[in-house]
T-cell receptor
Framework: EAQVTQNPRYLITVTGKKLTVTCSQN?????MSWYRQDPGLGLRQIYY???????DKGDVPEGYKVSRKEKRNFPLILESPSPNQTSLYFC?????????????FGPGTRLTVT | AQSVTQLGSHVSVSEGALVLLRCNYS??????LFWYVQYPNQGLQLLLK??????LVKGINGFEAEFKKSETSFHLTKPSAHMSDAAEYFC????????????FGQGTRLTINP
């Protein structure tokens, strides 16, 4: 089944404790992206990647890191989480132009930082 | 800059009634437009997309949307609401250069009354 998977689905952590949210897609998509969803603010892009070893900042990159060492994986790293990073996070992938720029979303990771 | 405005953060209809969710966009170039649905505790699922082909776009679950350039609108409709349609719906426009960022509206929560 073609899908985007994220792990963990739920995470409660404390301020300053490094964490990684994994994202993997099995559709051979070149493009991948991370969004966060907050009440009243909608979904905002954190980072994106056009291909392996090519990443760039989105609208709200502060406090986050990403890497793209393999085409299928795009982990989101919070080196020192803070309470304002409590949010619902979505990973997405896209075949870009060949697929009409449609983005496929993972199930989400609900992160709480205390 | 591209943007999307969804009119009405909450829409309530009776089962069997017409569903109309409004979306207006702003774009300096011909837009690619999308409607996504988010069921509780799930990720975003693509309902339909407009990519400059037919102006009336049919999607999954009986939904359709009409692209009206003169009105800069892309409203989502379904002739007869079903209880399973209760969810949050997001209109989005994509910037296809660079970040390929989906710019989302604030979302419309659809409630179906029995």
């Amino acid at each position: 089944e073609a899908q985007v998977t994220q792990n963990p689905r739920y995470l409660i952590t404390v301020t300053g404790k490094k964490l990684t949210v994994t994202c993997s897609q099995n559709m051979n998509h070149e493009y991948m992206s991370w969004y966060r969803q907050d009440p009243g603010l909608g979904l905002r892009q954190i980072y994106y990647s056009m291909n392996v070893e090519v990443t760039d900042k989105g609208d709200v990159p502060e406090g986050y890191k990403v890497s793209r060492k393999e085409k299928r994986n795009f982990p989101l790293i919070l080196e020192s989480p803070s309470p304002n990073q409590t949010s619902l996070y979505f990973c997405a992938s896209s075949p870009s132009r060949t697929g009409g720029y449609e983005q496929y979303f993972g199930p989400g990771t609900r992160l709480t930082v205390t | 800059a591209q943007s999307v405005t969804q009119l009405g953060s909450h829409v309530s209809v009776s089962e069997g009634a017409l569903v109309l969710l409004r979306c207006n966009y702003s774009s300096s170039v011909p837009p690619y437009l999308f409607w996504y649905v988010q069921y509780p505790n799930q990720g975003l699922q693509l309902l339909l997309k407009y990519t400059s082909a037919a102006t009336l776009v049919k999607g999954i679950n009986g939904f359709e949307a009409e692209f009206k350039k003169s009105e800069t609108s892309f409203h989502l409709t379904k002739p007869s609401a079903h209880m399973s349609d209760a969810a949050e719906y997001f209109c989005a426009v994509i910037r296809i250069q660079g970040a390929q960022k989906l710019v989302f509206g604030q979302g419309t929560r659809l409630t179906i009354n029995p």
